[in-house]
């Protein structure tokens, strides 16, 4: 099947920091890629879409000046949480659909922020 | 509004047959999917629903009935690797995935 890998896979900074994290879709052509946030015991929420060539669509409720998203390729998304603080910290999961039917989504490995 | 409902949390024994439901209300449907989820790890693709019925794969197994707004994914045979979060997720007519919250199934021996 389809792979996405995601990077780094578990990061700490320090506050006020930024943190970037990498989603590429290494056997497909991700034409559109998403990005998820999910809290411990909490379901995926969705943050925003992305579509390659594209300004991102934020989900209502996240900011777009500290979660900067850039798919400047049909194969690397990316994710930048600028200015980070203590909650922020969360599991951040990236998925990948190419142009195919039935939608299927391809997730990457998740990236575990942690901000001191 | 959008809303997927399904149990918080369930329990089975080892070897048995467990029945996770989904129930949803949604804006359009373009097919339901479920994932499950082992702690600290990304969703993995179980199986898509789109037309009316039981789809086999496995000791895995879903149902769909779009009259009803249901689905329920069927686990037989139990394996204690099994313990996992599952999500249900309906595509909504702008092709957008709504989230389940999922449901955390515990398998004892």
């Given at each position: 099947g389809a792979v996405v890998s995601q990077h780094p896979s578990w990061v700490i900074c320090k506050s006020g920091t930024s943190v970037k994290i990498e989603c590429r879709s290494l056997d497909f052509q991700a034409t559109t890629m998403f990005w998820y946030r999910q809290f411990p015991k909490q379901s995926l929420m969705l943050m925003a879409?992305?579509?390659?060539?594209?300004?991102?669509?934020?989900?209502?409720?996240?900011?777009k000046d500290k979660f900067l998203i850039n798919h400047a390729s049909?194969?690397?998304?990316?994710?930048?949480?600028?200015?980070?603080?203590?909650?922020?910290?969360?599991?951040?999961?990236?998925?990948?659909?190419?142009?195919?039917?039935?939608?299927?989504?391809f997730f990457g490995e998740g990236s575990r922020l942690t901000v001191l | 509004g959008q809303n997927i409902d399904q149990p918080t949390e369930m329990t089975a024994t080892e070897g048995a047959i467990v029945q996770i439901n989904?129930?949803?209300?949604?804006?359009?449907f373009n097919g339901l999917f479920w994932y499950q989820q082992h702690a600290g790890e990304a969703p993995t693709f179980l199986s898509y629903n789109v037309l009316d019925g039981l789809e086999?794969?496995?000791?895995?197994?879903?149902?769909?009935?779009?009259?009803k707004g249901y689905s329920y994914l069927l686990l037989k045979e139990l394996q204690m690797k099994d313990s996992a979060s599952y999500?249900?997720?309906?595509?909504?007519?702008n092709y957008q995935l709504i989230w389940g919250a999922g449901t955390k199934l515990i398998i004892k021996p």
């Amino acid at each position: 099947g389809a792979v996405v890998s995601q990077h780094p896979s578990w990061v700490i900074c320090k506050s006020g920091t930024s943190v970037k994290i990498e989603c590429r879709s290494l056997d497909f052509q991700a034409t559109t890629m998403f990005w998820y946030r999910q809290f411990p015991k909490q379901s995926l929420m969705l943050m925003a879409t992305s579509n390659e060539g594209s300004k991102a669509t934020y989900e209502q409720g996240v900011e777009k000046d500290k979660f900067l998203i850039n798919h400047a390729s049909l194969t690397l998304s990316t994710l930048t949480v600028t200015s980070a603080h203590p909650e922020d910290s969360s599991f951040y999961i990236c998925s990948a659909r190419g142009a195919r039917e039935t939608g299927e989504l391809f997730f990457g490995e998740g990236s575990r922020l942690t901000v001191l | 509004g959008q809303n997927i409902d399904q149990p918080t949390e369930m329990t089975a024994t080892e070897g048995a047959i467990v029945q996770i439901n989904c129930t949803y209300q949604t804006s359009g449907f373009n097919g339901l999917f479920w994932y499950q989820q082992h702690a600290g790890e990304a969703p993995t693709f179980l199986s898509y629903n789109v037309l009316d019925g039981l789809e086999e794969k496995g000791r895995f197994s879903s149902f769909l009935s779009r009259s009803k707004g249901y689905s329920y994914l069927l686990l037989k045979e139990l394996q204690m690797k099994d313990s996992a979060s599952y999500l249900c997720a309906v595509m909504d007519s702008n092709y957008q995935l709504i989230w389940g919250a999922g449901t955390k199934l515990i398998i004892k021996p």
